[in-house]
């Protein structure tokens, strides 16, 4: 009771900032509308999740409608970030691509090491591998545009904003991976230690959007 009701309850917390930002009409209203869709679909997986395990009484599938919500708020949060980014791309150089995706490109190896190869040996079918594959997969995307901002941003006024972007995104990237291989194996359930990670990485976006819109105004 307490999982299932507790990651709904922290999904809130960059939801309702994001519509906070977006109502106060700052500079970076559209970025922020991609964001505010984004984390709406993550509470909307939440709760559609907690649905499956405290009312219906069911098996929770996998995939599930709760895979579809999370799996569609990836592409929404990286269009926010992204849209933000834009309006400073005078600032972006060579170097800071080159150290974002080098990172990347490492993270990218040791996935493909520890989660790639086991989940494909043990995976039932190939739905289920593709999605198990995608969370972190799609994590890593965040983690891309978190990292230019930190190299754009850094030392200025919004750089402790993308700090906690990236710290927010590289919990969600392990917590992905996790997620994906224990599912995989059959040893994911309801109140995992890993489910920890989800939590703080949603009070770091959160914390992320109240630290942007305190150095905006």
Known sequence: ??????EAAFSLIP???SFYVWKTKTPFIKSTRWLAIGFLMVSLGEV???I???FLGIAIPYPSIADFFWLS???LIFVGIAVFLQQFRFAINRKIVTIAISISAVVTGLIAVFLIIPVDSISPDLMTSIVGLAYPIL???????SIVGILMFRGGAMSRGWRWLALGSILFAIADI???YFTATGSWYDGHPFELLF???YVCFGLSLYSQLKDIW
Do not use: E, K, R, V
Not at 1 to 6: C, E
């Open 52 to 54: 499956y395990a405290l």
């Open 15 to 17: 939801l309702l900032l």
């Open 139 to 145: 994590s890593l995307g965040l983690l891309f545009t």
């Open 199 to 201: 939590d703080y990485g």
């Open 48 to 50: 559609t999740y907690s």
């Open 178 to 180: 996790g997620f994906s």
């Open 1 to 6: 009771m307490l999982s299932n009701t507790s």
């Open 73 to 75: 708020s990836y592409p």
